[in-house]
Nanobody, 122 residues
């Protein structure tokens, strides 16, 4: 059974930092793209960052502030979030891709975690 489990969310003041972790089990994602998405109240789930064997890709809203990384040996993915803003408040989801290509569309990801809440106060 494939599981993705996120951790590291919480409440932080604007300008602060958080590091999210995603632990994968039941499947090896080393040759697949992994992504982070987020969903704010009343909004659709959106792409935040992705990583594959050759590089990373970020949404314009987080570029320069967030950094995605992975540890294939541990089957884990991370999202370092710096200079957080109130508009970053959302539930953050880890996702395992269908292929090695980084897509921004939800449909290109087969596996999802349960999400971790990030709240940024002003």
């Amino acid at each position: 059974q494939v599981q993705l489990v996120e951790s590291g969310g919480g409440l932080v003041q604007a300008g602060g930092s958080l590091r999210l972790s995603c632990a994968a089990s039941g499947h090896t994602f080393s040759n697949k793209a992994m992504g982070w998405f987020r969903q704010a109240p009343g909004k659709e789930r959106e792409f935040v960052a992705g990583i594959n064997w050759s590089g990373v890709y970020y949404s314009d809203s987080v570029k320069g502030r967030f950094a995605i990384s992975r540890d294939n040996a541990e089957n884990m993915v991370f999202l370092q979030m710096n200079s957080l803003k109130p508009e970053d408040t959302a539930v953050y989801y880890c996702a395992g891709g269908r292929t090695s290509i980084i897509y921004t569309e939800l449909s290109q990801y087969s596996y999802w975690g349960q999400g971790t809440q990030v709240t940024v106060s002003s």
